[in-house]
């Protein structure tokens, strides 16, 4: 990511920092002409405590100084008795930055070398432009209709002895179980299988949803568009691509395996960042969605061993099927 986007990205947080900030003087303005006892209280508070200051630089009695502590204890219990009454918390004098982890300034507030997953997840979205989650509003759990889903079973065409609705309450839990342990290393990845339009996107969306919220990255690559820009990196054509990205992203949706042209550099590649996201579960735990249109035999005919292996045994296979929801709605 190039320092000009990520300056400009840092002067976006320090507005909104500063418009937070003049938010709560606003408010806290407003509410101390309203209650002018806790104005007066504040006022008795800053007093006592620069007289504190001066007594203590000037090396004067302890007696003094102790006096002045006594009273600031008492001012401050008189402060939050009186806003307790007026169920006033201490949240109210803090602002209302929008990310509580870095306050607004892009980077942990203990920490100012290490960066906020809400900056990481910004430089994302602006570095690779393709992430299918935003605009998560109506694709969240609160919209998974089951009723969508036939209940009727039909083993000869489905060739499954359950229901495509039963079938998708399975994968729904499966799905939440997955949000609920993200952060647990022997949590397996997700591979979605089944044709077009019977919920795959939808409910992919739905778990980054969740996950963003979690406070994790999400970074969406079609798997087209991931194999052929690697090989650009590899070969010098696209120096702006961050390899490391889809390594260290806490979750990387690869949509539409299957779809890319397959020759043995992309097959390399892919089996790298699957079995590199893999071994990064050691010391940085990082999940994979991949979503295809393939059936298992056409994963295993048009796959490698090598990453075959690692979806069947590091992967919940989760097979989709029933009639193309497109139609039904």
């Given at each position: 990511?190039?320092?000009?986007?990520?300056?400009?990205?840092?002067?976006?947080?320090?507005?909104?920092?500063?418009?937070?900030?003049?938010?709560?003087?606003?408010?806290?303005?407003?509410?101390?002409?309203?209650?002018?006892?806790?104005?007066?209280?504040?006022?008795?508070?800053?007093?006592?405590?620069?007289?504190?200051?001066?007594t203590?630089?000037?090396?004067?009695?302890?007696?003094k100084?102790?006096?002045?502590n006594d009273?600031?204890?008492?001012?401050?219990?008189?402060?939050?008795?009186?806003?307790?009454?007026?169920?006033?918390?201490?949240?109210?004098?803090?602002p209302?930055?929008?990310c509580?982890?870095?306050?607004?300034?892009?980077?942990?507030?203990?920490?100012?070398?290490?960066?906020?997953?809400?900056?990481?997840?910004?430089?994302?979205?602006?570095?690779?432009?393709?992430?299918?989650?935003?605009?998560?509003?109506?694709?969240?759990?609160?919209?998974?209709?089951?009723?969508?889903?036939?209940?009727e079973?039909?083993?000869?065409?489905?060739?499954?002895?359950?229901?495509?609705?039963?079938?998708?309450?399975?994968?729904?839990?499966?799905?939440?179980?997955?949000?609920d342990?993200?952060?647990?290393?022997?949590?397996?990845?997700?591979?979605?299988?089944?044709?077009?339009?019977?919920?795959?996107?939808?409910?992919?969306?739905?778990?980054?949803?969740?996950?963003?919220?979690?406070?994790?990255?999400?970074?969406?690559?079609?798997?087209?568009?991931?194999?052929?820009?690697?090989?650009?990196?590899?070969?010098?054509?696209?120096?702006?691509?961050?390899?490391?990205?889809?390594?260290?992203?806490?979750l990387?949706?690869?949509?539409?395996?299957?779809?890319e042209?397959?020759n043995?550099?992309?097959?390399?590649?892919?089996?790298?960042?699957?079995?590199?996201?893999?071994?990064?579960?050691?010391?940085?735990?990082?999940?994979?969605?991949?979503?295809?249109?393939?059936?298992?035999?056409?994963?295993?005919?048009?796959?490698?061993?090598?990453?075959?292996?690692?979806?069947?045994?590091?992967?919940?296979i989760?097979?989709?099927?029933?009639?193309?929801?497109?139609?039904?709605?």
């Open positions: 990511m190039s320092n000009p986007i990520l300056k400009s990205l840092l002067k976006e947080y320090e507005k909104k920092r500063l418009e937070k900030q003049l938010e709560l003087e606003n408010k806290l303005n407003k509410f101390y002409l309203q209650n002018p006892s806790v104005s007066e209280i504040n006022d008795k508070i800053n007093q006592a405590s620069i007289e504190l200051s001066k203590i630089l000037l090396n004067k009695n302890s007696d100084i102790n006096t002045l009273l600031l204890d008492k001012l401050r219990s008189e402060k939050k008795e009186l806003l307790n009454k007026l169920g006033i918390t201490e949240d109210f004098f803090i209302d930055y929008s509580k982890l870095c306050n607004d300034t892009g980077y942990l507030i203990n920490d100012n070398n290490i960066m906020c997953t809400c900056l990481k997840q910004k430089l994302l979205d602006i570095q690779y432009n393709k992430s299918n989650i935003s605009g998560l509003e109506s694709n969240n759990f609160d919209f998974f209709n089951l009723n969508l889903f036939s209940d079973i039909d083993e000869k065409k489905y060739n499954s002895n359950i229901s495509p609705r039963k079938n998708m309450e399975k994968i729904k839990e499966i799905a939440l179980h997955f949000i342990c993200f952060d647990n290393p022997s949590e397996k990845n997700l591979l979605f299988s089944g044709n077009t339009g019977l919920g795959k996107t939808f409910l992919t969306n739905c778990i980054a949803n969740e996950v963003l919220k979690k406070g994790k990255t999400v970074l969406y690559q079609t798997a087209p568009v991931m194999l052929d820009s690697v090989i650009d990196y590899k070969f010098g054509k696209n120096p702006d691509f961050n390899y490391n990205d889809l390594l260290d992203v806490d990387l949706i690869i949509d539409d395996l299957g779809t042209n397959i043995n550099v992309k097959l390399s590649e892919l089996f790298n960042i699957i079995n590199t996201r893999l071994l990064n579960q050691n010391h940085h735990i990082t999940k994979t969605i991949i979503s295809t249109n393939l059936s298992l035999n056409n994963l295993f005919k048009n796959y490698d061993e090598r990453i075959f292996s690692r979806l069947v045994g590091y992967y919940n989760c097979r989709f099927f029933g009639e193309d929801l497109r139609y039904s709605k």
